[in-house]
């Protein structure tokens, strides 16, 4: 069983940024791959960023590429998504989000989820 605690969200200004974070209850932290998932109001929860469980492989969706980077500590049992430049599209609740195995983009594979963490930018 895996638990899963998001933290970090808020309210900013476009152009802002915050540091989101997820750590895990789980005894072996390395045996999971990670990702952040969001969901705007009248929308589905779309992938956002996904990492291996070494952290050496990383995948972004388009619009966060080079604004976006997510980072985890093994150690801590924690992952973590530094978004920078927000936008007020990237106003979303955002989703940790963890499996066994290879990290894939695909929202169903995702095994175990937190409860959420709301991020509103403001123009």
């Known amino acids: 069983q895996v638990q899963l605690v998001e933290s970090g969200g808020g309210l900013v200004q476009a152009g802002g940024s915050l540091r989101l974070s997820c750590a895990a209850s789980v005894r072996t932290f390395t045996n999971y791959a990670m990702a952040w998932f969001r969901q705007a109001p009248g929308k589905e929860r779309e992938f956002v960023a996904r990492i291996s469980w070494t952290g050496s492989n990383t995948y972004y969706i388009d619009s966060v590429k080079g604004r976006f980077t997510i980072s985890r500590d093994n150690a801590k049992n924690t992952v973590y998504l530094q978004m920078n430049s927000l936008k007020p599209e990237d106003t979303a609740v955002y989703y940790c989000?963890?499996?066994?195995?290879?990290?894939?983009?695909?929202?169903?594979?995702?095994?175990?989820w937190g409860q959420g963490t709301q991020v509103t930018v403001s123009s």
């Open positions: 989000a963890a499996k066994e195995g290879a990290p894939v983009v695909v929202v169903g594979l995702w095994r175990y």
